[in-house]
C-alpha cells in the first residue's frame, strides 16, 4: 500500500522532472553524456527537495484546443502590443479607461492564473486586482469610452476563459459551459 | 541553400526594426499616457511585443542549437510580464496613484464602497477640507 502510494506519487511528478531535465539541457545547448546524468540529477534533486501539491486535479489536456488557445495568445499579443501603441500615439495623456469586475467560472488556483495571464495579453485589458475566494477579475481597461466598451470588454475576458476552461477543464464544474449563457445565471450570492 | 539565406534575411530585416518600433512607441506611451494604469498598458503589451519580435528575428540568424534558448527568453517573459503588471496594478490601485478623473468606471472602488471600506472617501473628504480652509 506504502510502495504504491509512494508510487503513484513518483508518476505525478514526472512532467515536472522531465520538463526541468528539458530545461537544462536547453541551456547547456548540448547533449553530452555528463549534460544528460547531470540534468537528470539536478531535476530528481529538486523535485524531491521542493514537491509541489497538484495544481489542478482531475486536469483533462485537450492538446488541439492548447494549440487553438497558443494561436489565439499570438494573435491577441500582436493586437494588443498595436492597441496599446496606437493609443499612445493618438490619445495620449487624454485616453480613458474603467476598472471592471468580471466574474469567473472556473474555480481552481491554475485556471484563475491562466485567465489572467492571458487577460493580460489581449488587447486593452490588464488584470489589476484578483479575488480568488469569490472569483472575481478586476481588470483595467483601456480605451473606454461608453458602457457599450465596458460590456464589450467584459465579454471579451469570458471569451478568454472560456478557451482556458475548454483546453485544460476539469470535470463537474464545467457543466454546460459550452453554452453561450454568461455567467450571471449561475451566480452565487455573496 | 541561397534563397534559404535570403528568406532568412528577409525575416530578419522585417522582424527586428518592427520589434524596435514597439520598443520604442512602448515608451514613448510611457511617457504619454497620464497614470500608472494606462502606462502599464503601454509596457506589458507593446514592450513585450517589441522583444519577442526582436527574438524572433535574431532566432532565425542563430545555430540551430542556440535558438531555443531565444525562445525560452520569449516564454519566460511571455509567463511573468503578465504577473509583474499585475502586482504593479494592485500596489499603484492601493497606493492611489491611479487617476481616478480619467475612469469612465472603477467598479472595484464601488465594491469597496458597498462594503464599508471606500477606497477614496477619505481622502476626498480631507481634500474637501482643505479646500475650505
Known amino acids: ?190 | 541553400m541561397n534563397a534559404l539565406n535570403t528568406a532568412r534575411d528577409a525575416v530578419t530585416a522585417v522582424l527586428l526594426p518592427a520589434g524596435a518600433a514597439f520598443c520604442l512607441l512602448g515608451a514613448l506611451g510611457l511617457l504619454r499616457f497620464p497614470d500608472t494604469g494606462s502606462r502599464l498598458h503601454a509596457a506589458a503589451k507593446a514592450q513585450t511585443l517589441g522583444l519577442l519580435l526582436v527574438l524572433v528575428g535574431t532566432a532565425v540568424q542563430m545555430p540551430l542549437r542556440h535558438a531555443p534558448v531565444l525562445l525560452l527568453v520569449a516564454l519566460f517573459q511571455l509567463l511573468t510580464a503578465p504577473v509583474t503588471s499585475q502586482i504593479i496594478g494592485r500596489a499603484a490601485y492601493r497606493a492611489q496613484a491611479l487617476d481616478h478623473r480619467l475612469l469612465l468606471r472603477d467598479e472595484l472602488a464601488e465594491r469597496l464602497e458597498r462594503e464599508g471600506t471606500p477606497a477614496y472617501g477619505q481622502e476626498r473628504e480631507a481634500d474637501e477640507e482643505d479646500e475650505g480652509r
Not at chain 1, 506504502?2 to 513518483?10: P, S, V
Not at chain 1, 487553438?68 to 496599446?84: E, F
Request: net charge positive; glycine share 8%.
Open chain 1, 1 to 190: 500500500m506504502n510502495g504504491l502510494e509512494r508510487a503513484r506519487r513518483g508518476v505525478r511528478h514526472l512532467p515536472m522532472i522531465a520538463w526541468l531535465w528539458l530545461l537544462w539541457i536547453l541551456l547547456w545547448g548540448s547533449v553530452d553524456l555528463e549534460v544528460l546524468l547531470g540534468g537528470l540529477a539536478v531535476a530528481l534533486a529538486l523535485v524531491a527537495a521542493f514537491p509541489l501539491p497538484p495544481a489542478l486535479p482531475r486536469a483533462v489536456p485537450r492538446p488541439l484546443r492548447i494549440g487553438a488557445l497558443l494561436v489565439h495568445l499570438l494573435t491577441d499579443l500582436v493586437r494588443s502590443g498595436a492597441t496599446a501603441a496606437w493609443q499612445a500615439l493618438r490619445h495620449g495623456p487624454r485616453t480613458s479607461a474603467a476598472i471592471v469586475e468580471v466574474e469567473l467560472r472556473v474555480d481552481s488556483d491554475l485556471l484563475i492564473t491562466a485567465v489572467a495571464e492571458l487577460t493580460t495579453m489581449t488587447p486593452g485589458t490588464l488584470v489589476a486586482e484578483i479575488d480568488r475566494r469569490r472569483r472575481l477579475l478586476y481588470v483595467h481597461t483601456l480605451p473606454v469610452h461608453d458602457e457599450r466598451d465596458i460590456h464589450h470588454r467584459k465579454s471579451e475576458v469570458q471569451m478568454v476563459e472560456r478557451r482556458v476552461a475548454r483546453a485544460i477543464g476539469h470535470g463537474e464544474s464545467f457543466e454546460g459551459f459550452d453554452g453561450i449563457d454568461g455567467p450571471s445565471s449561475r451566480r452565487k450570492g455573496g
